[in-house]
Structure formats: C-alpha cells, structure tokens
C-alpha cells in the first residue's frame, strides 16, 4: 500500500473500463446532468482561501453541541428509525436491515487530522457502539462522506456486510483491503438489491460486474437501492472526477426513501420526484454552501424546494453542524431552512445528534440550537 492510502486510488482495469462505457462520462471525466461550475466566475481558490482566514467567529459554536445517547444496537423494529450523527453520516433502520450512510467517525473531514476538525460534542458515536450493518452506503469520495479510518475500522471490526456506492468509488475500498465480492457500484439510473439471506443480488446472482438498469424492485423481504444523479463533483486530489456521485432512491416493502448526498440544486430533484415518488422521508443537504460555489451545494431555501419536487412527506435536514467548510454561521442553514420551510408549509424534523426519528411516531421538530447562543 502506497505511503499515503488516505488518498485512495483510482479507478483502473476492469473496473475503469465500466467508468469509460458510462453514458455519464467523456472527455476523461464524468460530467453533471446540466452545466455546473465549480467556482462562480471571478471568484478564486485565493480569494475564497483569503475569505476563510477571516471568517466570523460565529462559524463554530460557542459551546458544546448537545446530543441524546440512544442504544443503536435496540432500535425499534415495527416502523424506520433514521439515527443522525452530524454532517451526513446517519444510520437507517427499516423491516430489520441496518444502512449506515457516509459515516465519518474520525473527528475531522480531511486527509490530515489537524484540519476539518469536528465541533465539539459531535463526536459521542464510534463504530463500537453500531449494531451488525447490512450495507454501507457511500454516496461519493470527498473526505466528509468516505472517510478512511472510519472505513478501515469497519472493516476490522467485521461490522459492515456490504458496501453499495457509486460508479469507480469501489476502487478506494478495494484498495483499503474490501473484497470486491463485498462491493456493489452503481451508475446513475442504475439499481442494486439486497437481501439478508442472500447479500447483494446483480442480475440475479450474487457474483457478478453488471445491475439492472431502471427502478429497482424488491422482491420479499429485499431492499433497492437506485443512484440518481447530483450536481456536485468528486474527487481526494487534484485530478477530479474520476469517481461518480449520486443521490439514492431506497424501497422495501411499503417503504421508500430519497438519500440525497450532496448536490446543488438542478432539474433533477423533480425528474426523480416524477419517477420514483412520493417518498417517506427525504435526506437533504443544508449547509456548506457558498456565494462563490452556488451550483454545487444548495442554499437552505433550494432545498425545501427539493422537497417538494421529490414530493417527499418529511425532510431531515442535514451537511451541517459537525464541521466548518464554509463561512457561514454555524447554524445559518437550519434557521434558514426551517423558517423557509414554515413558509412553505413542508415538514421538517431536526433531531439532536443521536436522537432517534421514527417515521408515523416521534418526529423531533424541537429548535434546540436556539439555546445555543451564536
């Protein structure tokens, strides 16, 4: 393994030669669904750079961020339990399968210890205190939702079963020593499924490169996991785009959920709305956005729009309060997000790092960063 295997590997061999066959991918890169810029014309890594050097203090919280110490190993099992640990890390529990989404435990959101540190107080949960998880679910490769340690310690632990995530991002796990026999890649459009008993089913079989394109029916006592697309990009160095990135559409049983990941906002959120809502509970993000970079994180107000083109009945909020990767005050986006949210009558819960939401049950709604003076 190389000296530096925080910054994973490339797609290569076989697997890079499914990379170039997507439709998603040209000119030596995969591309967005309409034109996104990373960085708002004029705008500048220096100036943005200048800019966080003197950020406001009211970036981090001025105290330690409560949470609720819940038992995720006896979560309840009759409805889905959704469990948030900050940022976008989250557990997900429906008809007895465990997801875990984009978990980083390492208490930073970058390459280097020292920087991206987490706030204080968001870090009470660890890999020692999951329950057995069926499949890790990793929406992308940036640093704050494929995070090395956490992924080694996962693995070590024999915890996770299955790791489903998108197009050449297996190449980062195999590289970390995940048997490609455990890993499911998926392009957008494209469908994968699971089953307790059996593990993942391609095509029929366990074994196997290819998925079923289109929506992905469960059968009993299986669950689908669909990519759909983002705007966002991808990338652990300077040579971006290698890997894809995708939202998630997850059904089982009478159940269906939408795992947005990261992504500003675009045409897609109605286009899966139209062909795979309504849905339960949508997970979007809220926070880390920025005047200079408005195509690739949504501001608080897109994303209640997005909730209501996918025509989902309950919105959790999430990519914020953990880290500080943009100039914000810390809790700008839910104060936007919920009063925007008011406005427009979508229902929102805002649970405390660890406290369990149970859809048709407990619907945390509390504004506990309120007391939380900023």
Known sequence: MAIFPVFGKNPSGKRLKRVEDSSNYSRDAFNNPEPTELLLKGSSYFKMMREY???????TPPVVIPSVRTDLRALPADKPVIVWFGHSSYLLKVKGIHILVDPVFSGHASPVSFFGKSFPGTDVYGVDDLPEIDIVLLTH??????????ILQLSGSGKARYFFTSLGVGSHLEYWGISPERIVELDWWESGRYSPAKGPIRNGGVAGDEVAPGIGFAGEGEISLTATPGRHFSGRSLHRNQTLWSSFVVKIAEHSFFLGGDSGYGKHFKKIGEQYGPFELAVLESGQYGKNWPDIHMMPEQTVTATQELHARLLLPVHWCKFMLSVHAWDEPIRRLVKSAEEKKVRVTTPQIGEPVILDSI???KKWWESISS
């Not at 050097?53 to 970036?59: E, G, L, R, S």
């Not at 490769?141 to 956490?150: G, K």
């Open 53 to 59: 050097w003197n950020k406001p203090k009211n970036t």
């Open 363 to 365: 619907i945390p709604q």
């Open 141 to 150: 490769d940036h640093y704050d939702h494929l995070d090395h340690e956490t």
